[in-house]
């Protein structure tokens, strides 16, 4: 009879440990794909804040430019965009001393796990010469080195809202009559997974510093 009751009493304590440890380990993961989902969007915000499409010297004007795309991966939204800004991100002392710089966010399948969809972030250095010279003519969206940001991506959807404040789902300064070629404000939704495979929503909305400024033609 002791035994019995010692046994009864020896599983319900460790379904109670078994199923605190288990969920100390989902919140644990909630956590780290909510300070993913930070980090992201906090990089995002300081790449778009700083993003222009012209550069003015006494050489001359330089276009720049900022490109949306929608694009999808089994049907749901993993959009991508580069544009020129003024973030280089530095990763060591032999980085050159510069700032302007192309940008790009795109959504790729991991090499080993076609199943498991990540966002990097590619930039490339631009120097103050012409465009053709600068990387940013056919070169454009192209080159430069990638990091990763987050994995287990479900969604990456941009938006951008023009000076009349239509919302469209592309933006290109080729097709664009805003006068400063970008966008006045751009709406981001990024949807990460967890170990269980439920879906964490994050959306912030941007407003590119430069935007609504003037063309100097």
Known sequence: MSVAILSIIMSAVYSAYTTNVEAIQIARENGQ???????VLDRMTKDL????TQTWASSGT????????????????MDRLN?????YLAFSERSPAADLCEVGYQ????????????????????VSLPAED?????????????????????????????SRGDELDRWS?????????????VKVRLVLKDILEREHVFTTAIHPELAGTMRKN
Do not use: C, W
């Open 134 to 162: 600068a990387g940013i003519g056919e070169g454009f969206a192209e080159g430069g080195s990638e990091q990763e940001l987050a994995r287990n991506l479900a969604g990456f959807r941009i938006t951008y809202e023009d």
């Open 33 to 39: 794909v909510h300070q993913t989902a930070r980090v």
């Open 107 to 126: 959504v790729i399948e991991d090499p080993e796990t076609e199943e498991i969809l990540v966002l990097m972030r590619r930039q490339k250095l631009l």
């Open 49 to 52: 804040q700083s993003a222009l």
């Open 173 to 185: 300064t080729d097709e664009t009559n805003a006068s400063s070629g970008l966008p006045v404000l």
């Open 62 to 77: 330089t276009q720049l430019k900022f490109i949306g795309n929608i694009e999808e991966r089994d049907g749901k939204r």
């Open 83 to 87: 544009f020129t800004t003024l973030t």
